[in-house]
Every structure is written in C-alpha cells, then in structure tokens.
C-alpha cells in the first residue's frame, strides 16, 4: 500500500479566497491552434500558448453559459439524470458544448470525454483508452450547489495521454478562483504556487468522504470506518473544489467511493503537484480509466493517505 502511493515534490464551500488574491485577470480570446499532437503519437506538446489557452477558454465557457445562469435557473431548465440528487442543467450542456468545441480546436487530433456525453452515450469513455490525447470534462461539478445558488461549483478540465494526466485546470468562477497544475511542474492558485504540506502533529483530521446521498449502504459501512478517534468525516461537496482544499492545506484528505474520471483527474494532479499523495484501497495509483479498487484517497502528505487507506482497508 505505501509504495502505491504517489506523491509529487516539485455542499461545502471553504473561503479559498482568505487563501490568495482574487483572481483578475480579462477575459481574453484563445489564440487559435497553438499546439499539435506529436506526429509519432506521443505526448502533445504543452506549449506556454497551449496552457494559456486552455485557461482562457475555460473562463470564456463558465462566462458565456454558466454565470449568466447562476441563481438564474428556470425550472425547465434542470433534470433530473439518475435520481433526485443526480441533476443536470441547461448550464451543464452548454458549457460542456462549448468546451469540446474549443478545446479540440486548440489541440488538433485531441478526443473529449465530458460528463454528459458520456451519459448520452458511454462509449465516450473508450477514448481514455486511445492513443490521442483526451480532454476530461466536468462542465459543472457541483450541479447541485449550482442549482442551489451555493456559489461552491466548479468547471473541471484535464488534458490526459495514455492514462497520465499532464494538466489541469479548475475554476470556481463565482469564488473568483483558477487552480492549474502541469505534471512535474507544481500548482498555482491564481498564480499563488500552492503547497498542502502536513497536518500538525496530533491534530483532528478533516476528512471529506463521498456523500451519503450517493452512497450503498456497503460503502457506507466502509467509509463508517473513518467516524473514529482522531479523525471528523463530512460529507463532501464539489469534488473538484475539495481537492483544491488539501492543495490549499485547508483540508486533510477525502475517501471517494467513486471513480468518474471527469470529478477526479483535474484534482489528484493539482494535489499531487501541491506535494500531495493519493491511492486505492487496494494500494494501487489511481487509474483515470477505472477499474479501481474502492474506496480511493488523496490526502495532504503520504502519512496521511497510509492513515486513511488502512482504516478503510480493514473495513473494507
């Protein structure tokens, strides 16, 4: 199990922005195709234009067709997917729509797998098993708080090849936030390098776990395992924003007992390139294709993870 986990050196909302200034930064236009997949089939090359693109195409996206929906939301304008607790917006498909559009035009060749196209047809997924480059995309994560008016949401976006993520960028535009990562190169929050570094000595673990509303009753048995000595589960809300909270150090750790690469890719890189560590219950890395043994961590330090995935793995 320790060696399994991977750690790079380089309803919830937390107040992110006590962390660092608000972002500022205009809305500006993509440049058009600054980048190209490697002729031999390799890793695309993340240019500087590359990166800044993707930045601005994603704050283009959540101003164009999720802000002006914000506590906007008609009632013919959300549905219901899997169950009440499982919504989808008019915001959601645009957004994703948006996204796929511009993200393919600045990576020639690159595939997406979006949350709602991939409800629409689960033979999306099969991309994460190509050779292109792939586009992970949650348009919305965090439907719910969104639907609620809780500003707590986020637009989710990573650029993964042959099952590696290489970067990723989440933007919580109604907190005025943007959080990227690039494999080995460390994390930012608007610019702001990020760090999680440790819990102190001793104290009382912060720990977001899945959200009973989504839950088995197995799996709730299983993340039970955390409500123990040392140790104050919650329920989780944003996924994406609970990993930037241990990027930012204002959480310990999450135990996720789902594995949709769209909630997590974007948000394991940023906690692994803020010095973070992650694994599976079965002591294996997270692989964004699934087939994951469940339930999963990521966690400020490696002490923590082994912490978390010891208790869940007795319970399990």
């Known amino acids: 199990?320790?060696?399994?986990?991977?750690?790079?050196?380089?309803?919830?909302?937390?107040?992110?922005?006590?962390?660092?200034?608000?972002a500022s930064a205009p809305l500006t236009t993509p440049p058009s195709s600054p980048s190209a997949p490697s002729p031999d089939g390799g890793a695309p090359d993340l240019s500087a234009a590359?990166?800044?693109?993707?930045?601005?195409?994603?704050?283009?996206?959540a101003a164009?067709?999720?802000m002006p929906r914000f506590r906007q939301l008609a009632a013919e304008d959300i549905v219901e997917k899997n169950g009440p607790h499982d919504l989808v917006t008019v915001a959601d498909r645009r957004a994703e729509e948006h996204l796929t559009a511009a993200l393919t035009d600045l990576l020639p060749g690159s595939r997406v797998v979006g949350e709602e196209a991939v409800?629409?047809?689960?033979?999306?997924?099969?991309?994460?098993?190509?050779?292109?480059?792939?586009w992970i995309v949650d348009p919305v994560d965090g439907t719910r708080q969104f639907v609620h008016g809780d500003p707590g949401f986020a637009t989710l976006v990573a650029l993964a090849h042959h099952g590696e993520v290489l970067a990723s960028?989440?933007?919580?535009?109604?907190?005025?936030?943007?959080?990227?990562?690039r494999r080995g190169a460390g994390?930012?929050?608007?610019?702001?390098?990020?760090?999680?570094?440790s819990p102190d000595a001793g104290a009382v673990l912060d720990v977001a776990t899945s959200h009973f509303d989504f839950t088995t009753d197995e799996q709730k048995r299983v993340l039970a395992a955390l409500d123990t000595g040392g140790i104050a589960p919650r329920p989780c809300g944003s996924a994406g924003l609970e990993y930037l909270h241990i990027?930012?150090?204002?959480?310990?750790?999450?135990?996720?007992?789902?594995?949709?690469?769209?909630?997590?890719?974007a948000g394991l890189l940023l906690v692994h390139e803020a010095g973070g560590a992650s694994g599976t219950v079965a002591?294996?890395?997270?692989?964004i294709a699934g087939g994951n043994a469940l339930p999963f961590t990521a966690a400020r330090d490696a002490e923590t993870a082994r912490r978390i995935l010891g208790l869940l793995a007795a319970a399990n």
Do not use: C, K
């Open 64 to 66: 164009d067709e999720i």
């Open 169 to 181: 960028w989440t933007y919580a535009p109604a907190l005025g936030l943007m959080a990227t990562a």
């Open 119 to 134: 409800h629409a047809d689960p033979g999306v997924l099969d991309a994460l098993h190509g050779d292109a480059p792939v």
């Open 247 to 265: 990027a930012t150090g204002d959480l310990d750790a999450t135990a996720f007992s789902w594995e949709n690469a769209w909630d997590h890719a």
């Open 187 to 197: 994390a930012q929050l608007n610019g702001v390098p990020l760090r999680a570094g």
């Open 283 to 287: 002591g294996q890395p997270f692989r």
């Open 50 to 61: 590359l990166l800044a693109a993707v930045e601005a195409a994603v704050r283009q996206a």
């Open 1 to 22: 199990m320790i060696d399994a986990l991977r750690t790079e050196d380089p309803g919830v909302t937390t107040n992110l922005t006590d962390t660092v200034a608000t």
